[in-house]
């Protein structure tokens, strides 16, 4: 019974690493990465699809992106969507692909995204703390309805505040590596 709350805690944890590695992954910095388009949709007929999924994004080197849309009528559309998307990048089109310059980022704005991506950590430490709670509430109802004993309750307890240093660790080291690639030059 312990062992059920323990795993879905567990799953929860770790969904939420992964949508905080998610979320850094959409954060430009100087470097050129596809996830910067993840986020980005397009109107595909009629149906919002992310660029990633109309396109083939790639990053020939550090600075540039090229976005090769699978359908060619597609391409105003995607040039589109990123001039209205919130990362301040600029398309050039040559009737075939997009090529998007990542141009280098100035100090004040390195410190805003550092300041961003802190941000988005402590959300994610906050998800993990808060499924800690919920689920040491559930240790603690099924401790009072008699379901598992003091002992089995207490020992499930503390493997929870382990799953959770665990997790909180592992997005501390995320946003360490995000805040060193914001950083570098």
Known sequence: MTHDVLNDAKAHMQKTVEATRREFGGIRTGRATPALLERISVDYYGVPTPVTQVATVTAPD???LVVQPWDKRMLKEV???ILKSE???VPS???NVIRLPIPALTE???????KVVRKHAEEGRVAIRNIRREHKDKLEHLEKGGKISKDDSHRAVEE????????ITE???LLGAKEAEIMEV
């Open 87 to 89: 990362l301040g990048l």
């Open 160 to 167: 929870l505040q382990k799953l959770t240093d665990r997790y």
């Open 79 to 81: 040039e589109r969507a």
């Open 62 to 64: 550090p600075r540039l």
């Open 171 to 173: 997005i501390e080291t």
């Open 93 to 95: 089109t040559d009737g």
């Open 108 to 114: 004040e704005r390195r410190r805003e995204l550092a």
